[in-house]
């Protein structure tokens, strides 16, 4: 059975850090990208960051250079690391297996002061 539990959410300040954690199941993780979305209340869901199976990375526009995607194999766990907060990030965090039908349930986040 597939699984990908995503953790790590919470309150933060603005200009605050979270790790989140996506921790996969029951399928080959190594020969996945893998990726993170978000979706914001009213907002479709969209692209945050991937990490490709040769550990390449890519971002979007918004994410790059305060976040940072990267994945271990050997535990089949998908990390982004998130500094310099803005209220704007706040939203639900989705990982996602590329390719595939799998996703996480995902992990809120929400940024406040």
């Known amino acids: 059975q597939v699984q990908l539990v995503e953790s790590g959410g919470g309150l933060v300040q603005p200009g605050g850090s979270l790790r989140l954690s996506c921790a996969a199941s029951g399928f080959t993780f190594s020969r996945y990208t893998m990726a993170w979305f978000r979706q914001a209340p009213g907002n479709q869901r969209e692209f945050v960051a991937l990490a490709s199976t040769n550990a390449g990375a890519n971002y979007a526009s918004f994410a790059r250079g305060r976040f940072t995607i990267s994945r271990d194999d050997a535990n089949a766990v998908l990390y982004l690391q998130m500094n310099n907060l803005k209220p704007e990030d706040t939203a639900v965090y989705y990982c996602?297996?590329?390719?595939?039908?799998?996703w996480g349930q995902g992990t809120e986040v929400t940024v406040s002061s």
């Open positions: 996602r297996a590329m390719g595939s039908d799998y």
